[in-house]
């Protein structure tokens, strides 16, 4: 149990363009998804909490207008990269908790989506 | 500022051999730690988690966790070559109404054949 999806996987995009990235909890209702990115050889930097029919909570220094966050049901959250750049170019994952407050709560993770902008 | 630390490496040892993987956090108030496997170009996985002062055992995992020295670190018994991957600490606090997790950079691990 605790399968986590993305789509797409791999995205190649020209510059200004809105890309959008579909996570989906394929067997279990997550009431929170977490966003966050990868750059090479880096860690994961979380960008936005989002929990199912609220707004997203998006980290210090992340632009919630260039990535929109909608997380509609209990297994689904999107997020669109808009008017994206090269320097948007990074591995996006995404993660799924069954909980909110539980302290043993764990993320499962997507398989991840590289986005490349050219 | 949340911060964990790891050393990034590479680590290397030899098949059948233990790999030691440390990890230090400066959030006193943290309360639970995770371990995650991430390959080269893939998501991370899970391998354990621990709240507990003292070992936890999974298999060829032990975790152990000293809140003490804000200190987690995980053995891996028996390394095998398909262990190579970057290991990933990741400690829980409390950011408002959700949980948060905050990554390491990761520690890189090479088992030699």
């Known amino acids: 149990g605790a399968v986590v999806s993305q789509h797409p996987s791999w995205v190649i995009c020209k510059s200004g363009t809105s890309v959008k990235i579909e996570c989906r909890s394929l067997?279990?209702?997550?009431?929170?998804m977490f966003w966050y990115r990868q750059f090479p050889k880096q860690s994961l930097m979380l960008m936005a909490t989002?929990?199912?029919?609220?707004?997203?909570?998006?980290e210090q220094g992340v632009e919630k207008d260039k990535f929109l966050i909608n997380h509609a049901s209990l297994t689904l959250s999107t997020l669109t990269v808009t008017s994206a750049h090269p320097e948007d170019s990074s591995f996006y994952i995404c993660?799924?908790?069954?909980?909110?407050?539980?302290?043993?709560?764990?993320?499962?993770f997507g398989p991840g989506t590289r986005l490349l902008v050219l | 500022q949340k911060e964990v630390e790891q050393n990034s490496g590479p680590l290397s040892v030899p098949e059948g051999a233990i790999a030691s993987l440390n990890c230090t956090y400066s959030?006193?108030?943290?309360?639970?730690f995770f371990w995650y496997r991430q390959y080269s170009g893939k998501s991370p996985e899970l391998i354990m988690f621990i709240y507990s002062n003292g070992d936890k055992e999974d298999g060829r995992f032990t975790a152990q966790l000293n809140k003490a020295s804000q200190y987690v670190s995980l053995l891996i018994r028996d390394s095998q070559p398909s262990d190579s991957a970057t290991y990933l600490c990741a400690v829980n606090y409390s950011g408002g109404s959700n949980y948060k997790l905050t990554f390491g950079k990761g520690t890189l691990l090479t088992v030699n054949p």
């Open positions: 959030d006193r108030g943290s309360q639970s």
């Open positions: 993660s799924a908790a069954k909980g909110r407050t539980l302290i043993q709560e764990t993320q499962y």
């Open positions: 067997d279990f209702q997550a009431t929170t």
């Open positions: 989002s929990n199912e029919g609220s707004k997203a909570t998006y």
